[in-house]
C-alpha cells in the first residue's frame, strides 16, 4: 500500500481506543537504515513509501485528538489509506465542498 504525506489513514492500536483503532493525517515518513532502528528515527525521511517494501520504519500523524502534539505508529500497523473528501466529491460527481453550492432556476 503506497502511502504519501497528506494522507488519511486508520492506525490499529492496543489499548482502549475506538475500535482499537485510530484516524489521522501523516506529516512525516521516516525509513530505517539499520535493523536496531525500528522506527527510522535515525534514518531517512521520505514524502512516500510503499508498505510492501517491507522496510523498517514509522510515520507521524495527527488528528483533532493530539493537538498540538502527534501521534506515530509502525508502517505495519497502517490498516488502510482513506480517500479524502474531494476524492469522495469527484467520485460522486458532487460540488467540491470549498466551491459554492450551485442554485437552481426552478427554486
Not at 28 to 55: H, M, P, R, W
Request: charged share 30%; with cysteine.
Amino acid at each position: 500500500m503506497l502511502v504519501k504525506i497528506g494522507d488519511y489513514i486508520s492506525v490499529k492500536m492496543s489499548g482502549n481506543y475506538v475500535m482499537n483503532y485510530r484516524y489521522g493525517t501523516i506529516t512525516n515518513i521516516q525509513i530505517g537504515l539499520d535493523k536496531s532502528d525500528i522506527a527510522g528515527e535515525l534514518g531517512v525521511k521520505v514524502k512516500e513509501y510503499d508498505t510492501d517494501l517491507k522496510y523498517l520504519g514509522s510515520v507521524l500523524f495527527k488528528n483533532d485528538d493530539s493537538f498540538p502534539d502527534e501521534f506515530w505508529c509502525y508502517f505495519d500497523q497502517i490498516e488502510e489509506v482513506h480517500k479524502g473528501l474531494n476524492d469522495i466529491e469527484d467520485e460522486l460527481g458532487l460540488p467540491k465542498s470549498d466551491e459554492p453550492t450551485p442554485i437552481r432556476e426552478d427554486e
